[in-house]
């Protein structure tokens, strides 16, 4: 058996030291001789024996660059190449293979098997060199490529994660941002309908709140009234469509489908009652003032998409539900939480007894059947 | 030291190498010599073209030129040719010189 040449190591200066060469022959005084050239430019050079020990280190620890010999044992060059080449994490890899000057069937079997270059015996250390320095090149410049691409790609999804993040919880946006793939743009598509649960949420007493001469209380009120209400919305996975003044549109099941929509939407109405109290107690021990939420929530056929002009456009929907709920925030008293029939159908098992009141009937403009109303917070 | 083919110029940097890559060529000869007995001429076109290939890649011109008269001597089955490449190779690995520059 031959023994194995181990090349000394040089002074390799430690910039170059990152790029990882393989050479994988059976002949160790072959391997050991590239090693040596290798190392002496400053490369990391491995060696390995046999096809199939260079297959498992490979796919464990891909190199960036492999010198191959063709004749080997057991899985040879050209077999080796073509599974490499075959395989989406390591086709990339440059693959330069090593036969005679004078072995034509052997080159033209190596172009068949993916190899992006030859390399002949005996080896020339100037050729060598020249050829691993240029696919050195191309292998650093398609890496540099790729991380700017990368980092590209990041910086758009996280443009689009920090708008959406405005409007929809964290893992809606998330959801948005992997649903869209590469380089499109979220819902560039047609407006759709579908079947949407749309809340309205209002402020009582916003108008005296207005009234305060302290401008930053105002503000921070709101900010602190919207806060509790974007908390509940987003925890129970709605959508925030339009904020203006004191009012709060929310959609549920928009854009994308949830299986219990209505549920959800009863249970952030809920939420956002309760966890407005202690703040409304707070603001009448500080300004005297009396406040509370009033809600409308209904459920229906809506048409959602990117409407307006090309100069001013708002994700948004539009239809029944959105204007019936319109209809029952104004309804609303505070502490109230009204919904419609079809909501109510949806979350008659979950309101507690004692805790719904019918409210009648409403009739809405345009809309010959009159609505059933429901205040589902009445024992809260 | 007079220029001839038992004197080889070989690149300072490789020398630490060397004297493995001796040590295997010795050992090649036993195994020319073990396959020409076996008549195993697919052996020996292997050995041969090894020696080609690795011969001139560490400045030893003669070793690839006997390891391909070796590999053209199995191809067609000419042991009485093989057998003087053998003798021809044991000897010039007892007589190398080798010079490092």
Not at chain 1, 21 to 36: K, N, R, S, Y
Not at chain 1, 146 to 163: M, N, P, T, W, Y
Not at chain 2, 7 to 30: G, H
Request: charged share 25%; aromatic share 6%.
């Amino acid at each position: 058996m031959s023994e194995l040449a181990v090349p000394h190591r040089s002074g390799a200066s430690q910039e170059h030291v990152n790029f990882r060469v393989l050479v994988v022959d059976d002949d160790p005084d072959m391997a050991g001789f590239l090693a040596h050239i290798l190392k002496d430019e400053g490369l990391r050079a491995e060696t390995l024996s046999d096809g199939e020990t260079a297959l498992v280190n490979i796919l464990a620890s891909p190199p960036d660059l492999i010198l191959l010999d063709v004749m080997m044992p057991g899985l040879d060059g050209f077999e080796l190449c073509s599974t490499l080449k075959q395989d989406d994490a390591t086709a990339l890899i440059p693959v330069v293979l090593i036969t005679s000057l004078d072995d034509h069937e052997s080159r033209v079997r190596g172009i068949a098997a993916g190899a992006d270059d030859f390399l002949t015996k005996p080896v020339k250390r100037e050729e060598l060199l020249a050829r691993v320095r240029t696919l050195r090149r191309l292998h650093e410049t398609r890496r540099e490529l790729e991380s700017r691409h990368l980092a590209a790609e990041i910086q758009r999804k996280e443009a689009i994660r920090g708008a959406f993040a405005r409007y929809v919880s964290p893992r809606l946006a998330d959801r948005i941002i992997h649903e869209l793939g590469e380089g499109g743009g979220p819902f560039k598509g047609q407006a759709r309908r579908s079947e949407v649960v749309a809340m309205f949420v209002d402020l009582r007493g916003f108008t005296r709140l207005t009234e305060l001469s302290d401008v930053g209380a105002v503000v921070e009120m709101l900010n602190e009234y919207f806060s509790v209400l974007t908390d509940a919305a987003y925890q129970h996975d709605g959508t925030i469509f339009n904020m203006a003044g004191d009012s709060l549109l929310i959609g549920f099941n928009v854009p994308f489908p949830q299986q219990d929509a209505a549920v959800q939407a009863y249970r952030a109405a809920i939420d956002m009652v309760d966890q407005f109290m202690p703040v409304s107690a707070h603001w009448k021990r500080r300004f005297g003032l009396d406040t509370g939420i009033g809600i409308g929530i209904c459920k229906g056929d809506a048409i959602f998409g990117n409407i307006g002009s090309p100069h001013y456009m708002n994700f948004t929907i539009i239809g029944n539900p959105v204007n019936t709920a319109a209809r029952l925030v104004q309804m609303a008293a505070a502490g109230e939480v009204l919904v419609c029939n079809a909501v109510y159908d949806a979350i008659r098992e979950l309101v507690p007894a004692g805790a719904v009141r019918p409210r009648g009937e409403v009739s809405l403009r345009g809309k010959s059947e009159p609505v059933s109303v429901f205040n589902v917070s009445a024992g809260g | 030291m007079p220029e001839n083919r038992y004197t080889v110029t070989v690149a300072k940097d490789l020398e630490d190498l060397i004297p493995v890559f001796i040590r295997n060529r010795q050992k090649e000869v036993e195994s020319l010599r073990a396959a020409l007995n076996a008549a195993d001429f697919e052996q020996l076109r292997l050995l041969g073209h090894r020696m080609k290939g690795v011969g001139s890649s560490y400045g030893f011109m003669h070793v690839s030129a006997i390891g391909k008269q070796i590999e053209e001597g199995a191809r067609s089955a000419d042991r009485s040719t093989i057998e003087g490449c053998i003798a021809d190779y044991a000897t010039y690995l007892r007589k190398i010189t080798i010079v490092y520059e």
